[in-house]
């Protein structure tokens, strides 16, 4: 069974940090695209980052760009994502997300796998 867990979210100052995780199960994610996206309450979920596993470098939405960090470890099954200077606005539930080589990156609906996601909430 594919699982994706996510942890790490919690209430923080503007300005902190937080890192999230995802723990990945079920299957080999070797060559996935791996991502993040976020939802706030009456809002549509927004991409945040993408990344395929084993890779260095990422892909960031417009607003997250510069302060956030995608990374995938394969010795712990886990993608991260490092979240700097965040802003009242980044208020949101985070939920990680994978997909197959076939298809988009940026919408939620192209994705197969996802977690059921982690409250990041950040104070003015």
């Known amino acids: 069974q594919v699982q994706l867990v996510e942890s790490g979210g919690g209430l923080v100052q503007a300005g902190g940090t937080l890192r999230l995780s995802c723990a990945v199960s079920?299957?080999?994610?070797?060559?996935?695209?791996m991502a993040w996206f976020r939802q706030a309450p009456g809002k549509e979920r927004e991409f945040v980052a993408v990344i395929r596993w084993g890779f260095t470098s990422g892909v960031y939405g417009d607003f997250v760009r510069g302060r956030f960090t995608i990374s995938t470890d394969n010795a712990k099954n886990t993608v991260y994502l490092q979240m700097n200077s965040l802003k009242p606005e980044d208020t949101a539930v985070y939920y990680c997300?994978?997909?197959?080589?076939?298809?988009?990156?940026?919408?939620?609906?192209?994705?197969?796998?996802w977690g059921q996601g982690t409250q990041v909430t950040v104070s003015s």
């Open positions: 997300a994978a997909k197959g080589l076939s298809g988009g990156l940026y919408d939620a609906r192209d994705y197969d796998y």
């Open positions: 079920g299957r080999s994610f070797s060559g996935y695209y």
